[in-house]
Every structure is written in structure tokens, then in C-alpha cells.
């Protein structure tokens, strides 16, 4: 993973952690899990390419689905909190 990736992968992480932890605190739990589950996808996203990078093809390829389904479920959740 070059410089500015980590770099990138850091910021939208730390991000998504920031406001799940926001809105814990003004508890608002809709919005922090679907803060979370963005986190998690990002999280998993980005372990995948750094799996991948070191050769660990199976690794990479077990964190891109986790990555994908937390994906869909941050869709879901998203699609809850719109609908009420």
C-alpha cells in the first residue's frame, strides 16, 4: 500500500470512528451503526489490499467479502433509518 493510500485509508477510518462515536454519544444508535458498519467496511476494505499486497491470496479474499457484506448492510441500514 503506497503512502497516500494508508494515509487515505487512515482518514476515512478514524472518520467513520469519530462519528459512530458522536452519535453514541448524542445517542443516536441509527446513526452509529450505520457509522460502524462503514467503518467495518472500510476497515475490511482496505486489510484486504494490504492481505493481497503480502500474498495472502485466501486472507484477501475472505476480507473482500466481509467487505462486501458489510457494504449491503450498511445499505440496509441506511435504507432503515430513510424509511423510519
Do not use: P
Amino acid at each position: 500500500m503506497k503512502k497516500y493510500e494508508r494515509a487515505i485509508s487512515l482518514i476515512l477510518v478514524a472518520g467513520a470512528s469519530l462519528t459512530a462515536l458522536f452519535f453514541i454519544v448524542k445517542q443516536n444508535m441509527e446513526a452509529a451503526i450505520l457509522a460502524m458498519t462503514i467503518m467495518f467496511t472500510f476497515t475490511n476494505f482496505f486489510r484486504s489490499r494490504t492481505f493481497k499486497e503480502k500474498g495472502h491470496e485466501k486472507e484477501a479474499k475472505w476480507m473482500q467479502r466481509m467487505s462486501m457484506i458489510f457494504a449491503v448492510l450498511s445499505v440496509i441500514v441506511l435504507l432503515i433509518i430513510v424509511t423510519g
